[in-house]
C-alpha cells in the first residue's frame, strides 16, 4: 500500500509562479498566460495575458488581475 501526499492548492499555485497557466472564469471567459502572482485569496496576477473567447483570442493585455471566486479552474503549464 503506498501513502500519497495530499495537493494543497494554493501551495501548488505559488510554486509555479512565473510559469504558463490558462484560467477559467466562471463566465466561460478564459485566459492564458504568464502567471506573476498568486495570493491566499486564489486572485492572480498575469502578464502577457491573452483573453480567449470559445478558443479565439479577442484581447491582448500587458499585465491581468483576475480575482480569485471568479475562477472555475487553473491549468499549469505542464498540464496545457
Known amino acids: 500500500m503506498s501513502q500519497t501526499t495530499a495537493k ?15 484560467v477559467r472564469l466562471k463566465n466561460e471567459v478564459e485566459y492564458k498566460g504568464k502567471m506573476s502572482n498568486v495570493d491566499s485569496y486564489m486572485n492572480l496576477i498575469m502578464t502577457e495575458a491573452e483573453e480567449l473567447h470559445d478558443g479565439k483570442v479577442i484581447g491582448k493585455f500587458a499585465r491581468a488581475i483576475l480575482r480569485g471566486n471568479n475562477v472555475l479552474f487553473i491549468k499549469l503549464e505542464d498540464e496545457i
Open 8 to 22: 494543497r492548492p494554493l501551495t501548488t499555485l505559488q510554486k509555479n509562479v512565473k510559469k504558463q497557466v490558462i
